[in-house]
């Protein structure tokens, strides 16, 4: 059974329709691409799939480990297993890293997690992305570099570790060495084999340090390419040219 299944799906925004009619299936462990030019409706797809309700679905289905969430709210979503990082994080004052994340945490576990038990082991996720402890005492990415906001949302994936990532433009902005380091916290949330990572991006960098199954290609909202991995080959050697001809 697919751990993700979306079905036809049409999403429109301010009653204009962004996505047609897309499809889109993803097993248990794998890795899969949407990739496109800017303004495919690449972050619409994400965002639709995640139940934020400016995306309206018009049309079709989102099935998620067998069960139909396609009218679900976010933070139901969130607690059957999907995580969605954004493409620009916001800034939150007020509220540090740490209790961010132990709220989220305990919002989808619906379980009291003990601070000292989480903090410690949110420092052995830092270790992994080269953070120090002190990032966990600071307001939510105020201040932040965008590599430290980056990483700021690989630490809430490892932390949260859901069965689905869906990782919006995760590479975007970012320097080799922190592209590295944010691969690093990706591979990691891979390692046991059963969690799936859908990632959203135009860029391929982030991908070099992976095993991807599946790549999609989203032109003006529609799928119009679907291959292996050699698909990522050819779109680094010719782009999105022959996509939108």
Do not use: C
Request: proline share 4%.
């Amino acid at each position: 059974m697919p751990l993700l299944s979306v079905q036809n799906l049409s999403v429109s925004v301010d009653d204009s329709e962004i996505l047609h009619e897309v499809s889109l299936s993803m097993e248990p462990g794998e890795v899969h691409v949407l990739m496109g030019p800017n303004g495919a409706g690449k972050s619409t797809f994400g965002n639709a799939v995640m139940g934020n309700p400016t995306y309206a679905v018009t049309l079709g289905t989102i099935l998620f480990n067998g069960q139909d969430i396609t009218s679900f709210p976010p933070d139901a979503r969130a607690r059957a297993g999907l995580f969605l990082s954004f493409q620009n994080p916001l800034e939150v004052p007020g509220i540090s890293l740490s209790n961010f994340i132990r709220s989220a945490a305990e919002q989808v576990s619906g379980e009291h997690i003990r601070l000292w038990t989480f903090r410690k082991r949110l420092e052995n996720h830092l270790s992994v992305l080269d953070m120090d402890d002190s990032y966990l005492d600071r307001d939510l990415n105020v201040g932040f570099s965008g590599g430290e906001k980056k990483k700021a949302e690989i630490l809430q994936l490892l932390a949260l570790n859901p069965r689905l990532a869906i990782l919006d433009e995760t590479d975007s902005g970012l320097d080799v060495d922190a592209v590295r380091t944010v691969s690093i916290g990706i591979s990691r949330f891979m390692e046991d084999g059963t969690r799936s990572l859908l990632i959203i991006t135009h860029s391929t960098r982030i991908l070099e340090s992976l095993h991807v199954d599946r790549v999609h290609v989203l032109v003006d909202g529609r799928i119009v390419s679907e291959g292996d991995a050699s698909l990522v080959d050819e779109i680094n050697a010719h782009g999105f040219e022959r996509f939108t001809a």
